[in-house]
């Protein structure tokens, strides 16, 4: 099996944010009990040690074995496995147990179909990221974390490449960023650079939608230059991920807007993100907006004894997904397992 590099880049990044590394084929380490070890890859860092298992054999159940061994016995707690086939489900049940990242090197680094949200608990369960041009709600009560996975989903599409655009309505752009650049998600250096642009809603807008309140306005009117001012922006920065946090503020409670909404803002071949609180059902505010998007991922807080953060793809349009509910938790990293493990992060 070839190992590109981009494969070994995208491994370390889901350890770490780490910028600094050396990749070792071949790599002899002895040790604590004296044995020396043979490993086909061992990535090394300044604070970082990573070892690789390539599966070359068809049942690989034995090697697994020994290479969770050798790590153990010479202190290696980042371990990986790199594979161009299915695993089985044993082999599957043993790298979990484990606790082995899986790197599949028939998967290229970023899909042209799929969008990756950065977070690689996610998007496993996507099967490898949101689909393009289209869109999805990301639903929850105030406090459950949908700014700041919309906001990884933008930095991980800047680290690929993708400029992002996210329009902030609840909150000024100022108060936002200030919220994001004390993360360690990497907003600070792509909103810097331009790579995240950061909008809010323009009086004009918000007179608009108060006109149709008020049975003065009319609705196609708004909804287009609603659509119009994100559109030139896509087109004119060549923006391949948007975000509105919340679109509530700029809905009105009718079945025919959301859905005439929802459609204006889906643009190839962006993906469009949307948030939304939780009022009218368990996944908006009027209950209305989940039937007119591709995907929703909820999340919220589970109380069983403590409290836990809670994420489940409740609906996933075109796509194989897994909507068995995962916890995660909240932390100057971003999101991450409760054990501490960032998902992944952004270089």
Known sequence: MIIKEDLIKKAVSE???YKSYDVNENYNITGRSGVIYEFDYIVKGPDLIIAFLVINTNNALSDILLFNAKCMDCNINNK???IDRDLTSDESNLVKTYNIKIFDARVKNSSPERAETGIHELDERLNGGFLRNNIYLISGKAGTG???????????GANLGERGLIIVTDT???QYISNMKSLDIGFDKFYASGMIKVLEVSDQIRLMKGEIIDGKGNVRKYITRISG?????????DVKRIVIDPVTPLLLADDDFINMFMKAITFEPSVTLITSGIRASDLSVYGIEEYYTSGI???????NGDIRRRMTITKMRGTDFDGAPFYFKISGSGISHENG???KEVQ
Do not use: Q, W
């Open 172 to 174: 000024y752009p100022e």
């Open 341 to 343: 493990e960032t998902f």
């Open 15 to 17: 350890f770490g944010n």
């Open 229 to 237: 001012d994100i559109r030139s922006m896509v087109e004119k920065d």
């Open 297 to 303: 991922i909820k999340l919220d807080l589970n109380y």
């Open 80 to 82: 990986a496995i790199i």
């Open 146 to 156: 949908k700014t700041i996975l919309s906001t990884m989903f933008l930095c991980h």
